[in-house]
């Protein structure tokens, strides 16, 4: 059957201002392969962009465009270059790396694609909120056989905690703190005791997804927000000596962009430890970091941005069930339902952490 001219897409013009719209299917090059879209879920940045928080990665900043990049589906068609060099045909079933740099760039080569930008999917140009869209082969990735493709959905969240917890270099028996309960947070509990963690303690301020996290194999969790909650912990380096034969946790992660977790992340680690920053801070936030305390403890501050190099780890850790993501995609909805899904996200309604919406079924 011959493929059709026009697609339904939701397009984002300006804050708060998206329209469910017919528009041309997206005509492919050589090198591109053409998506039909299974699932994409909903990314922080994506309520940032819609509600006018963030700019787009677009020349001026703004849309119109196709929001979505962290897509799952099945090749549609694909260019002759991608066909012969990435072996794709129609029917494959893959997700999009939507970190599109060049493929022969120095940092690629060095798997490094994360700090030299080029297209980036759903942020400069089109991605996976419509029935279609295209991708770079090399940064088409087949899905293994048996893998679900609503989970196969959230590869690109996982594979950026990836990417994060094998920065912090998690030992056997490490105590390790996560910070941030959200989808990432949770993916980093499984992937840090996978990695052999001793303790993993979850930190949030929501309750509802802490006790998700203790579900999904946190070992402690603790609220630093509200007294009132059963969880809640004054005075965090406490309870972690008090559980840690005397000493400070031997890594931590800020799945968030808290200037307040980064403190606490800093004060609540000892002697030797890692801490690696991956929740993206605003524009303007500055961190004082204490040099000689730093120093004195042989302290190792990262930080970690996308995932450059980890999307078959994270495939795999689907495949295989080290990551648990049925208990993180809470919600799902259909494509004329995506300002609602977003607004359901933007204020916390119905307890939601990651909402997919499913545009088609592959």
Same mark, same amino acid.
């Given at each position: 059957?011959?493929l059709?001219s026009t ?5 984002f013009?300006?804050p ?6 017919s ?7 050589p ?24 700019s ?7 849309? !119109?465009? %196709? ?6 589906? *099945?090749v549609e068609? #694909?260019?002759? =270059?991608? /066909?012969? @060099? ?6 494959d079933?893959?997700?999009?790396n939507?970190v599109q740099?060049?493929?022969?760039s ?11 930008l ?15 869209c ?7 990735v087949?899905v293994? !056989?048996? %893998? ?6 959230? *590869?690109?969240?996982? #594979?950026?905690? =990836?990417? /994060?917890? @094998?920065?912090?270099?998690v ?8 910070f941030?309960?959200?989808?990432v ?17 979850l ?7 802490l ?10 969790i603790a ?26 946790a031997?890594?931590?992660i ?20 890692i ?12 961190y ?25 780890e994270?495939?795999?850790a689907?495949?295989k069930?080290r ?5 993180i ?10 300002a ?23």
């Open positions: 059957m011959a059709a697609m339904k897409a939701q397009v013009y300006e708060e201002t998206m329209k469910l719209e528009r041309p299917v997206p005509q492919i090059g090198e591109e392969v053409l998506v039909r879209v299974h699932a994409t879920g909903i990314c922080g940045s994506d309520v940032a962009y819609y509600y006018g928080k963030s787009l990665g677009t020349p001026t900043g703004k849309g !119109p465009l %196709v929001l979505g990049h962290e897509i799952s589906g *099945t068609k #694909a260019g002759d =270059v991608a /066909a012969e @060099k990435g072996g794709f045909k129609p029917g079933r893959v997700v999009v939507p740099s060049r493929p022969d120095p940092w690629t080569r060095r798997g490094l694609s994360n700090v030299d080029g297209n980036v999917v759903g942020v400069s140009v089109d991605g996976g909120l419509a029935e279609l295209k991708s770079h082969w090399f940064w088409t087949k293994p !056989p048996g %893998v679900d493709m609503d989970q196969a959905a959230s *590869t690109e969240p996982l #594979a950026c905690a =990836v990417y /994060a917890v @094998k920065k912090a270099d030992q056997k028996g490490s105590f390790v703190v996560v941030g309960p959200g989808p947070g949770l993916m980093m509990v499984q992937l840090a005791k996978a990695a052999g963690a001793g303790k993993v303690l930190v949030g301020t929501r309750d509802a997804r006790e998700r996290g203790k579900e999904l194999g946190a070992d402690m609220n630093t927000k509200d007294p009132a909650s059963k969880h809640y912990a004054r005075d965090l380096a406490a309870l972690i000596r008090d559980t840690n034969g005397g000493e400070l031997d890594r931590a800020t799945s968030t962009s808290s200037l307040t977790a980064i403190d606490l992340a800093m004060n609540v680690t000892g002697r030797a430890s801490v690696v920053l991956f929740g993206l801070p605003g524009d303007k936030d500055e004082k970091i204490p040099a000689l305390k730093c120093m004195l403890e042989d302290k190792t501050v990262k930080f970690s941005w996308l995932a450059p190099t980890t999307w078959p994270a495939l795999d689907i495949a069930g990551v648990k993501i049925s208990r995609q809470s919600h799902r909805m259909p494509l004329e339902s995506l609602e899904a977003i607004r359901m996200l933007r204020d916390r309604e119905d307890n939601t952490i990651k909402t997919l919406i499913q545009v088609g079924r592959s």
